[in-house]
């Protein structure tokens, strides 16, 4: 049973208009007034004539996070005056909340499981909410935070405070040396742009079992980083996880150093392409860029760079942490990184949950060379990177996309069976 509805009727489609009536049923705790007051600015029909803008209203709802479900229709009243309607329809979210989940580690994408206990409206019945949050991964890796967020609007915008204390251990490259560290986080979300400032105090501890290489003892000990960040993300996928058309791009950049022994300027770059060939057939492109650039002295560490080659990337025929610089048999890391790949998919027949695709994919992993030009720099990114290739199948469970290719690779040219899981692709 739908828990709040909100009616809206104009003349026409291009003028605002007021909410008209906000009927309720089963009301848990959100405040009557608050529901009318955000839906307001976010239900003004002038994104009808936008599909685009279509898709933000949605994403603002959701970003929300007062609803469990909702949708939203126009409808073309029958009193000859030429009124319309927009009706919406949510399901309120509980007040209490507790759920299990599986997900990536942004740090070192891998497969983990996610333990939420969370609140809602718990102060005013404005949108409040309060996340107590535990999660483990394969590798070993955990984390436990509390995490707040708190809807509010600027300019007519929606946007989201939000708020959270971490304690988190983390297993770096392939398990060679551990990072334990205390992180507090506050942060304002507007739809496309996220900005955070962070700091943490970092510990790096080489596993006792490994070898303790040069560069693993000059990262180990205690750091504090404090940094600032910026995200900018535009999605016009139909389907983020299985993407027929559309595009998606993602901006961020990180400058750590304004306290602390951490100084690095660190971007990423994210774009796709995804476009519908007919016949059922659609062909997709997407590449990421990273660098990271230490300043002031500083010599980046282990836990600062980036890793490719894991079994949840897009960087598909390559195991765990196998590409990028090396000490003796341990990954370092890197800090410039490409990584493109390309797709050719097709339903099957009878199955159109299922996907065929065959797919090429490239990529390789550095540090910069001091010495050399940035133009340098990048002529080593690009002389030997590392190919794959092959097909497989691939669907959608859950919030995740999963598949199963049979891929050859460019270093050991041989063909071998691969999985792959992620929530990003």
Not at 319 to 340: A, C
């Amino acid at each position: 049973m739908f828990t709040g509805t909100i009616y809206k009727q104009m003349q026409h489609l291009n003028e605002s208009s007021q909410i008209e009536r906000i009927f309720v049923l089963g009301e848990y705790s959100i405040n009557k007034k608050y529901l009318a007051h955000v839906l307001q600015p976010l239900l003004e029909p002038e994104w009808l004539a936008n599909i685009d803008k279509f898709y933000d209203i949605e994403k603002d709802v959701q970003r929300l996070n007062l609803f469990r479900k909702f949708d939203i229709t126009l409808a073309k009243r029958s009193n000859g005056k030429g009124d319309y309607l927009i009706l919406f329809r949510g399901k309120e979210a509980r007040p209490f909340g507790f759920n299990i989940a599986t997900l990536s580690n942004d740090y070192n994408p891998e497969l983990g499981l996610s333990l939420h206990a969370l609140a809602h409206n718990l102060i005013h019945g404005n949108g409040e909410s309060v996340t107590i949050s535990g999660s483990t991964f394969c590798s070993g890796s955990n984390q436990i935070g509390i995490f707040a967020r708190k809807p509010f609007f600027l300019n007519d915008k929606l946007s989201i405070l939000k708020g959270s204390i971490q304690r988190n251990v983390k297993y770096i490259g392939p398990h060679s040396h551990s990072e334990r560290s205390n992180q507090f986080s506050v942060g304002v979300d507007m739809r496309d742009h996220h900005f955070s400032y962070d700091v943490s105090v970092r510990n790096l501890k080489p596993n006792p079992k490994s070898r303790i290489t040069p560069e693993l003892a000059k990262s180990s000990g205690i750091s504090l980083k404090s940094s600032i960040k910026h995200t900018y993300t535009r999605d016009l996928r139909r389907n983020p996880r299985v993407p027929r058309s559309g595009t998606f791009l993602k901006l961020s950049q990180e400058l750590a150093g304004l306290c602390g022994d951490v100084r690095y300027f660190k971007q990423e770059t994210c774009l796709q392409f995804h476009k519908d060939l007919g016949n059922e057939f659609s062909a997709n492109f997407g590449t990421i860029l990273g660098n990271l650039f230490p300043f002031g002295g500083y010599c980046s560490r282990i836990n600062d760079r980036y890793f490719l080659g894991t079994y949840t990337s897009p960087f598909r025929g390559y195991s765990l942490f196998s590409v990028g610089p090396r000490e003796d048999t341990e990954n370092i890391g890197g800090e410039t990184y490409f990584s493109t790949h390309m797709h050719l998919m097709r339903p099957l027949p009878n199955f159109d949950f299922i996907f065929l695709h065959g797919f090429v994919s490239s990529g390789n992993l550095i540090m910069h060379d001091r010495s050399q030009s940035c133009i340098g720099n990048l002529k080593n990114l690009l002389v030997q990177p590392h190919f794959s290739y092959g097909m497989g199948l691939v669907m959608s469970f859950l919030e995740f996309r999963v598949e199963l290719n049979w891929v050859k690779n460019y270093v050991s040219n041989l063909w071998g069976l691969q999985i792959c899981i992620s929530s990003q692709f």
